[in-house]
């Protein structure tokens, strides 16, 4: 690992592990859920309630801050963690993906990606060196190579060409990183749904050397059981000394199974995107608040949640405020799916230190089953 960068594994359970990532800004148990704040800000929360949560790091993206408000305005402003009053551990993505899913007019070259932003129109390029750049001037704490997200379905050829493409620019992105204490460089393996081409991939990145390996290409729409099915080989490829990381992952279930299976960290949008749209994750699986069957329901969303919404408020509220279109809707439902997401973790935590992971699993679909939510 990169000077001050250190992963110590606690304790496994089967292919379940928990442990620590240890950084200069702070400690990330392991297994961790990253809440997303693209554009500098976890959408209807302040930094400090995210904390509150139980969240240790959160992620940014490369391709929205170049855009706006640019990373040289958010360096000259002192970085990132200033900038939006997060002092924890920042993880930020490379910018490929959302370049690919976002932007307009793309350009993919060996060289890198030229683009349309999204925002104004104008003209972009990244490349592997320019998202270094980007990535240090927002001075995040763990950084991504870039890669491209081989697209889901892809035939034989297509995910090989990708993935070998994704191995040169992370040479480049590893050589361009250079040596920076503190900060950690991860690596991302591609090779769709292809084991052979997994395991050219984790050679290449072993062979260049990574502070951490992500699992990409996955979550692109290939379905959990095909997610599954390349999880129990993919992460073993992997150094079991390193942490891994499975990229824009997923819903509890997902992201159980991907822990059982030897995942170490995951992020997603689900949790925040969908607590504004009215969907909530609960101990018995999810509802949508906007259902009219909660407008005279005076229970919490979740009897077991110590989060403000359930602490304090009752359904039959929550319903109102969506209803009304009330901004507070939008700051409890968030609040309360990243809190559940974090109990999720240290859930697993604790039954992976305590080697009943598997009873910890069956009670947690057992659960779910039961319906009457
Ligand atoms: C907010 N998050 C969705 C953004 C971070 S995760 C984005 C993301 C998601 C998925 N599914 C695959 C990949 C991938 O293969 N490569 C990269 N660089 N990012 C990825």
């Known amino acids: 690992m990169a000077t001050g960068f250190s992963f110590e594994l606690k304790a496994t359970d089967g292919k379940a592990r928990t442990g620590v990532i240890s950084t200069p800004r702070g400690d990330i148990r392991t297994p961790a859920f990253m809440p997303v704040g693209t554009a500098a800000t976890v959408k209807a929360m302040l930094p400090e309630s995210v904390r509150a949560t139980g969240a240790d790091i959160l992620l940014g993206n490369t391709y929205h801050l170049m855009l706006r408000p640019t990373a040289e305005r958010i360096d000259r402003l002192g970085g990132l963690h200033k900038f939006m009053n997060w002092e924890r551990p920042i993880l930020t993505d490379s910018g490929g993906f959302q370049v690919m899913s976002l932007s307009g007019l793309r350009k993919l070259t060996e060289k890198g990606v030229t683009f349309k932003s999204h925002v104004d129109g104008s003209r972009h390029e990244i ?15 763990i950084v991504m190579c870039f890669d491209e997200c081989t697209p889901f379905p892809a035939t034989e050829e297509q ?5 070998r493409l994704s191995m040169r620019w992370a040479q480049r992105s590893r050589d361009a990183f250079g040596d920076r204490p503190g900060h950690a460089l991860f690596g991302i393996q591609q090779g769709s749904t292809f084991r052979e081409q997994r395991e050219e991939s984790a050679e290449a990145l072993k062979s260049i050397g990574f502070d951490g390996y992500a699992v990409g ?53 689900l ?22 069957r909660h407008q005279d329901d005076p ?25 009304a279109k009330e901004i507070i809707q939008s700051m409890l439902l968030t609040w309360h799916n ?36």
């Open 271 to 292: 949790p925040s995107r969908s607590g504004r749209t009215g969907q909530v994750f609960t101990r018995r699986g999810v509802l949508n608040i906007k259902n009219a």
């Open 127 to 141: 490349t592997p060196e320019r998202s270094m750049e980007i990535q240090r001037l927002l001075g995040s704490d």
């Open 217 to 269: 290409g996955l979550a692109v729409g290939e379905g959990q059981e095909m997610m599954f099915d390349v999880l129990d080989y993919a992460p073993d490829m992997l150094p079991v000394e390193k942490p891994r990381y499975l990229m824009g992952v997923g819903k509890p279930d997902d992201i159980v199974g991907a822990v059982k299976r030897g995942i170490d960290m995951m992020d997603c949008v």
């Open 159 to 163: 995910a090989l060409e990708s993935m």
């Open 299 to 323: 229970r919490p969303l979740d009897e077991e949640c110590s989060c403000p919404a359930c602490r304090n408020y009752s359904r039959a509220y929550l319903h109102h405020t969506f209803r």
């Open 338 to 373: 990243l809190h559940y997401y974090q109990d999720l973790m240290q859930g697993m935590r604790d039954a992976i230190a305590a080697g009943t992971f598997a009873q910890w699993e069956a009670d947690f679909h057992a659960k779910r089953a039961e319906g009457d939510i």
